[in-house]
């Protein structure tokens, strides 16, 4: 009998520092919050000797993580590493320290160009550092960095981790930092690694990418005794990336495997990782993309027919519902519908919707399905044109209008106060930009696009703005508006996002 797996999200550290624009604290968060309802029992949240910002982030999390979590610092086995770790992660309720360090071949003779024998002493003392500067109920985890490369030195790499064992580590984690080699080579090496540690030493794997085989392996990986597997939400890391969260979960819920997530939420999940991370989602992507569910030749949708009532069908992997995906009939939303509803139900018209605004939007739409029962597509356009595309607020745009070639007349509300300025601007956008900037009220666009809303029924077409600010330390919001001239739905959009950023008490 399998013992039940333990997901660590890796997504803040591992994810994180991969990206191109790595998140802030307030982006952190809203990432942990949603590991926290997904239902991952670890969460790595950051190394805090990297940066200062690092250790506030890691420091931050450890204090509103809840009890049952396990929350994770990563320091490599230097004294000073393993110290701000601990200082970071000392209010967590589960707090735990990761440290680790390579024993492969080739890291002993080019990188670290010590023995192996004095890197595992290095270790032992690093293991014990870490585990007298955490509290009773904290404890250790220790990787041998590069592990899937220790094909020829294996024996030996046991016979060090025995002693780190004997140090305190209490997780040993084994991790194909690089991947090069089939599953099959690793998870023997794994299943070796296990049989000869004691019984209560918990295994783990960590796997990257490289060759696509990432779920592979860690899904074998499994059932030859590793019951922490690292990964990652939508596949987050370095190259080409982690571990993939999602896959690992419904392999080992296909296989019968009793999985502690919340597996509905895993689309909702899934679209504000893309989102926030600024990583879109492949359309061929396993279970999440826009393709997953698309079935396009004949004799697939003739058996796809056959067999829909079924609970197995013959071309479907998983079902949809499982992960909160819905399913393609349902075109209403009822007050049990959730954010992906709203999402997908948007998405299928030419009002096209962010899963943070999906998120904003679903709260109205419940309210509104509370009061007057299921809402039609139309009845949630309708609520998308107010409480999306026309935000009240503080700000109210009076009048915009082009003085000459390069200057602009702005005039505004604000709290009872009018404004009435003009600006000099390389077009209407940073002319009201700038006089928004004369007034005291600084707002910084850091992407624009404009999209034309296909006419309706006896309706002409309008264009749509659509513009992401950076919202201080909150990290960006999205602001729409729509408007049959193009100018009046820029300016209207910039006054939507000050509405958002500045929001009415
Ligand atoms: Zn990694």
């Known amino acids: 009998m399998n013992k039940q797996p333990f997901f660590y999200d890796i997504t803040l550290r ?275 993309g826009y393709d997953a569910l698309a079935h396009r030749s004949g004799i697939h949708q003739d058996g796809v027919a056959k067999t829909k009532h079924l609970s197995k069908g013959a071309y479907r992997a998983f079902n949809p519902e499982l992960i909160g995906r819905g399913t393609d009939e349902s075109f209403e939303f009822t007050s049990q519908s959730g954010k992906t509803a709203l999402y997908e139900i948007l998405n299928g018209t030419p009002y096209k919707i962010t899963m943070q605004e999906a998120i904003y939007l679903s709260k109205f739409a419940k309210t509104e399905a509370e009061k007057i029962g299921n809402l039609s597509t139309e009845c949630l356009i309708d609520l998308y044109l107010k409480k999306i595309c026309d935000i009240q607020g503080d700000f109210v745009l009076e009048d915009f209008r082009k003085i000459d070639s390069d200057r602009f007349n702005l005039s505004f509300e604000y709290k009872n106060e009018e404004f009435d300025i003009t600006a000099k601007g390389n077009g209407p956008i940073e002319g009201c930009i700038n006089a928004l900037k004369k007034a005291g009220f600084d707002i910084k666009l850091i992407n624009y696009e404009q999209k034309t809303i296909e006419a309706q029924k006896g309706e002409e077409a309008e264009a749509m703005s659509i513009m992401q600010f950076d919202n201080n330390s909150n990290g960006t919001i999205t602001a729409r508006a729509i408007n049959s001239s193009t100018a009046e739905a820029n300016v209207k959009a910039i006054f939507n996002g000050l509405n958002l950023m500045y929001p009415a008490n």
């Open 14 to 288: 591992d994810g994180n520092q991969a990206l191109k624009k790595p998140w802030n604290l307030q982006e952190k968060e809203i990432i942990f919050n949603k590991l926290i309802e997904l239902g991952v029992q670890g969460i790595e949240v950051g190394f805090p000797n990297a940066s200062e910002l690092d250790f506030e982030a890691v420091e931050h999390l450890s204090k509103i993580a809840p009890n049952n979590v396990v929350v994770s610092a990563l320091a490599r086995c230097v004294e000073t590493d393993i110290r701000k770790a601990a200082d970071a992660i000392k209010q967590a309720p589960k707090p735990r320290i990761h440290t680790f360090m390579a024993m492969n071949p080739l890291g002993i003779e080019y990188v670290i160009k010590k023995p192996l024998n004095e890197i595992k002493d290095i270790c032992i003392k690093s293991v014990k550092l870490a585990k007298s500067l955490l509290p009773e109920y904290g404890d250790v985890e220790f990787s041998v960095e590069h592990f899937g490369d220790c094909v020829e030195n294996i024996n030996d790499v046991i016979e060090a981790l025995k002693e780190i064992v004997n140090a305190g580590a209490t997780t040993i984690n084994l991790p194909n930092t690089v991947e090069r080699f089939r599953p099959q080579t690793f998870v023997n090496m794994v299943q070796k690694v296990k049989m000869a540690l004691p019984e209560n030493v918990t295994i783990s794997v960590h796997c990257h990418n490289d060759l696509g085989m990432a779920t592979a392996t860690t899904v074998e990986s499994y059932f030859a005794g590793a019951t922490q597997l690292e990964c990652s939400l939508n596949g987050l890391g370095e190259r080409s990336g982690n571990t993939n969260m999602y896959e690992v979960a419904i392999a080992l819920h296909n296989s019968g495997i009793e999985i502690p997530l919340n597996l509905s939420n895993i689309y909702e999940t899934a679209l504000l990782t893309s989102e926030m991370a600024n990583v879109p989602i492949w359309e061929k992507a396993p279970l999440i």
